[in-house]
């Protein structure tokens, strides 16, 4: 049982480059969210999927879009990469009901130059 | 809207001193609430939570108490050790269809030996 695993762990792009970062999980959790991290920001929502095959925005989404593959895989794309999406981007899950907490992944740290 | 409020670090300690970290929320409705603990180069972890007012959550010797009253969840141990240095991050969430979550912006806590 790995939990939420991201991929990559790391990685640099160049502003205007794309990417596509990778999540899964293996609880399966019907809940999943993409969210960003700054320093002194704490981590901020950028979208969810309460279920599979819907998707919301959250608090920051302009730049990016998402992906939910299957009820495992969700996943966070950066069409054209730009210096202000330089962050630790971190993937988390929640089992549906009752259960509030989120269960994270490793995060992933992209800088764009 | 939610909003969480936690004291501003960096919060340096000694071996075995009491720690205190405060966390207030403004939220609506009976939001629940929860400690993250993120240790260096790592994503997050759920520390603690409570899901109503009066409940105290607990783990690891860390404790937190819901009061509604004064809208708080200030996290407490009474003898730290060099192992609890990591970055702490007080979240709530109201629920709704995406129980997302809100978080404070984190404090940083170092024990030296």
């Known amino acids: 049982n790995a939990g939420v695993t991201q991929t990559p762990k790391f990685q640099v792009l160049k502003t205007g480059q794309s990417m596509t970062l990778q999540c899964a999980q293996d609880?399966?959790?019907?809940?999943m969210y993409w969210y960003r991290q700054d320093p002194g920001m704490g981590l901020r929502l950028i979208y969810y999927?309460?279920?599979?095959?819907?998707?919301d925005k959250g608090e920051v989404p302009n730049g990016y879009n998402v992906s939910r593959l299957n009820k495992r895989e969700f996943s966070l794309r950066l069409e054209s990469a730009a210096p202000s999406q330089t962050s630790v981007y971190f993937c988390?899950?929640?089992?549906?009901?009752?259960?509030?907490?989120?269960?994270f992944g490793p995060g992933t740290r992209l800088t764009v130059l | 809207g939610n909003s969480v409020t936690q004291m501003e670090g960096p919060v340096t300690l000694s071996e075995e001193a009491f720690l205190t970290i405060n966390c207030t929320y403004t939220?609506?409705?009976?939001?629940?609430l929860f400690w993250y603990v993120q240790y260096p180069g790592e994503g997050l972890q759920l520390l603690l939570k409570?899901?109503?007012?009066?409940d105290k959550g607990s783990n690891k010797g860390f404790e937190a108490t819901y009061r509604k009253e004064t809208t708080s969840f200030h996290l407490e141990k009474g003898s730290v050790q060099v192992s609890d240095s990591a970055v702490y991050f007080c979240?709530?969430?109201?629920?709704?269809?995406?129980?997302?979550?809100?978080f404070g912006k984190g404090t940083l806590l170092t024990v030296n030996p």
């Open positions: 988390a899950s929640r089992i549906a009901g009752g259960r509030k907490e989120q269960f």
């Open positions: 609880m399966n959790h019907n809940s």
């Open positions: 999927s309460a279920s599979e095959g819907t998707t």
């Open positions: 939220a609506t409705g009976y939001p629940s």
């Open positions: 409570a899901t109503k007012a009066d």
């Open positions: 979240a709530l969430t109201s629920g709704g269809s995406n129980y997302k979550l809100t």
